[in-house]
């Protein structure tokens, strides 16, 4: 599956966010986007997610058969951590994964597949969750919170992760092991577009960094060293 | 549904406004200024808390509908619609029995004809219900990821607040300002059958049934032979159950 950008603008009146951006991402791979604050990472995410709709351009998104994805079916093909999400009310860890396998169709079906139940679980193990699934998220620290919703998205099992500066409130150790885990993601064979300000990690980790400054993608390439001064 | 649909504990209907139109036109009847029968009476009040539903909704939506903006201007609609019922009563001078036990919530002189109105605008509230309980889930979890998993966020919400709506408005128009029990109920839900909406609701409307009638026998009997408002008595068993839940979850 693959993710094409192709010449997006995006403004508010009187100011320009995004200057005719052009950027693809394909899964089994992890790529970073990179920028100081305002400079349009959240804009472009929030694009690709359809909460805004470009003002020009296009965004479509490719199936690995050659044919396009029709957005009007409302169909998600990827899986979304927002910035600034908020703790869910009352719920535990594993309720909240649970969420996951929701299917707002079925309105009177209690009960998830043994499928389902099974797919939480190893989510949440890989998440290193296991020993703490039935607390609630007041229990939790910021880093175990973040490593819940990415047990969220995985549980969705969708081929694209998208998330936009979950790394926040993570300490150094943390990180690593968040960097770790994305990049094995990948590895067996998801696309994550990661938001995030740890340039050092994105260089160690990702296959591929985006930087954005200034309305435009200054770099976009294979991580390398250089990087600090372009941001 | 307010609870989940705002995002907040402390939904309940009589404090976010819902009951608010239902009371002015009751206040309105028993202050003489319109003089109706009990179909056009249930109808008029019915009607009264879903326009005050969807002027809530209405008010809070601004490129999308907020959480806390619904909750804050729900409280202001209640505040507003209690001092009109309050001014109505006072103007007509008739801070009698009935007007005590409609503020405090009474069921004293109703029988069964006094329901029948009430059962059409029953039936569809409880119909509304189904199709967006399962929905009313994803929405603890944020607008954004409610809407990445299909769970269109807006549609949920105002659908939750039609049908608590109608409910709050038959709930005002047969048993006056009754407290604390939507507060409360569906946190006692929660302890019981845990957080899936579909089973909190299953289980809080026969559960606040039951608060009430037993408030209601405990009104009857408590000061024999007068009988107090069934709301003072919810309140005052609500109200402790409430500070035991609050500090036992949050």
């Not at chain 2, 903006?69 to 507003?80: E, H, N, Q, W, Y």
């Not at chain 2, 405090?104 to 967006?132: E, K, Q």
């Not at chain 2, 026998?217 to 609500?238: D, K, N, W």
């Amino acid at each position: 599956m693959r993710i094409e950008v192709r010449d997006v603008s995006f403004s508010y009146p009187n100011n320009l966010i995004l200057d005719s951006v052009s950027m693809t991402m394909e899964t089994k791979s992890l790529v970073c986007l990179i920028g100081s604050n305002g400079m349009g990472k959240t804009t472009l995410i929030d694009l690709i997610s359809e909460k805004i709709q470009p003002s020009s351009g296009n965004i479509s998104i490719q199936r690995d058969n050659g044919s396009y994805v029709d957005k009007d079916i409302g169909e998600n093909l990827f899986a979304l951590i927002p910035q600034g999400i908020a703790d869910p009310m009352y719920l535990t860890v594993r309720e909240t994964v649970s969420m996951a396998r929701f299917d707002p169709a079925r309105i009177w079906k209690m009960r998830l597949s043994d499928y389902d139940e099974k797919l939480i679980s190893q989510s949440i193990e890989l998440c290193g969750m296991s020993d703490k699934q039935d607390r609630t998220f007041l229990e939790l620290s910021g880093g175990e919170k973040q490593r819940v919703w990415l047990a969220f998205c995985l549980a969705q099992d969708k081929e694209l992760l998208i998330l936009d500066e979950s790394l926040h409130a993570l300490d150094f150790s943390s990180r690593i092991f968040y960097f770790q885990l994305l990049s094995s993601l990948a590895e067996s064979g998801k696309g994550i577009l990661l938001s995030t300000h740890e340039l050092s990690l994105a260089e160690k980790f990702a296959d591929r960094i985006i930087v954005v400054k200034d309305t435009n993608i200054v770099y976009d390439g294979p991580p390398v060293n250089e990087l600090a001064s372009l941001i | 549904m307010i609870q989940l649909s705002t995002r907040n504990p402390l939904g309940d209907p009589q404090l976010f406004g819902l009951g608010g139109g239902a009371a002015v036109v009751q206040a309105l009847s028993m202050a003489g200024i319109i003089v109706v029968g009990p179909w056009v009476l249930v109808s008029l009040s019915i009607l009264a808390s879903i326009g005050c539903a969807f002027v809530i909704t209405f008010f809070s939506f601004k490129d999308y509908i907020s959480q806390s903006r619904l909750a804050l201007i729900g409280v202001s609609f209640s505040a507003i619609s209690v001092a009109i019922s309050m001014s109505i009563f006072a103007q007509a001078r008739i801070f009698s029995q009935q007007t005590i036990h409609f503020i405090g919530g009474s069921m004293s002189n109703r029988i069964l004809d006094n329901i029948v109105p009430t059962l059409p605008f029953l039936l569809v509230a409880i119909l509304l219900a189904p199709p967006i309980a399962a929905r009313l889930n994803l929405l603890s979890l944020g607008d954004r990821i409610a809407y990445n998993l299909g769970g269109r966020p807006g549609f949920t919400r105002i659908m939750a607040m039609s049908s608590a709506g109608i409910l709050a408005g038959i709930a005002v128009s047969m048993a006056g300002l009754i407290g604390f029990v939507g507060l409360v109920v569906p946190h006692i839900s929660r302890l019981l059958v845990g957080h899936d909406a579909r089973a909190v609701m299953l289980v809080s409307a026969p559960l606040g049934a039951l608060l009430v009638l037993y408030a209601d026998q405990i009104a009857r009997l408590a000061f024999m032979p007068s009988e107090i408002p069934v709301g003072m008595v919810t309140t005052l068993v609500g109200a402790p159950l409430m500070i035991f839940i609050a500090r036992r979850l949050i």
